[in-house]
């Protein structure tokens, strides 16, 4: 069945630093990928998303491109703040199927 | 309203007790989803509404998990004879049909059971 995989966490970072978190999949055809955050104490939010292969995804200076030839789905921020400490979940779907969700990453960025 | 609503927000229980938990969805989606959240299992998908009908069901763990959905618009999931295992936070989400596949969520009911 369709899967996600993301990197364990915490990922502890710098203010300032780049962030990396990675994300694969594992589906048949052309599912839709997303990215949602989940700030402390709040629900989840839709950071970004892509619907098709070479998509690119944008949102607060976040960025993931929709990779169909790797099956992967990785977040990057050029320059990481404190404010973007959460955790962070990517997830796959088709049309209005259900959201099939990676285990989540926690970031922490520091002062 | 503007968004997803769900109540109550926090719910403490005793072991064997039934519960109900509400979700309105964002007005004029069609699509409804119900989520949960547990420490030990992650995000895990329950059931989907599209109208009052539910196409899938498949992640409602047990016979004692059941959900319905009135007019089109809210949605109820029950607990009957809720277990220790059942505490976990339950996220509830709509999308519009016609603008895709985006799941908007509310921000979810925390159950405690005793």
């Known amino acids: 069945g369709d899967s996600v995989t993301q990197m364990e966490g915490p990922v502890t970072l710098s203010e300032e630093a780049f962030l990396t978190i990675n994300c694969t999949y594992t589906?048949?055809?052309?599912?839709?990928l997303f990215w949602y955050v989940q700030y402390p104490g709040e629900g989840l939010q839709l950071l970004l998303k892509a619907t098709k292969a070479d998509d690119k995804g944008s949102n607060k200076g976040f960025e993931a491109t929709y990779r169909k030839e790797t099956t992967s789905f990785h977040l990057e921020k050029g320059s990481v703040q404190v404010s973007d400490s959460a955790v962070y979940f990517c997830?796959?779907?088709?049309?209005?199927?259900?959201?099939?969700f990676g285990t989540g990453t926690r970031l922490q960025v520091f002062p | 309203g503007a968004g997803v609503s769900q109540s109550p927000s926090n719910k403490v229980t005793e072991k064997g007790k039934d519960v109900e938990l509400r979700c309105d969805p964002i007005s004029g989606h069609t699509a409804l989803y119900w989520y949960r959240q547990s420490l030990g299992q992650g995000l895990e998908f329950l059931i989907y509404f599209q109208g009052n009908s539910a196409p899938d069901k498949s992640g409602l763990p047990s016979d004692r998990f059941s959900a319905e959905r009135t007019g089109g618009s809210v949605s109820t999931l029950t607990i009957q004879r809720t277990q220790q295992e059942d505490s976990a936070v339950y996220l509830c989400a709509s999308s519009s049909w016609s603008g895709g596949e985006t799941q908007y969520f509310g921000p979810g009911t925390r159950l405690l059971v005793l």
């Open positions: 589906a048949t055809g052309y599912p839709s």
């Open positions: 997830a796959l779907s088709r049309n209005t199927d259900k959201l099939i």
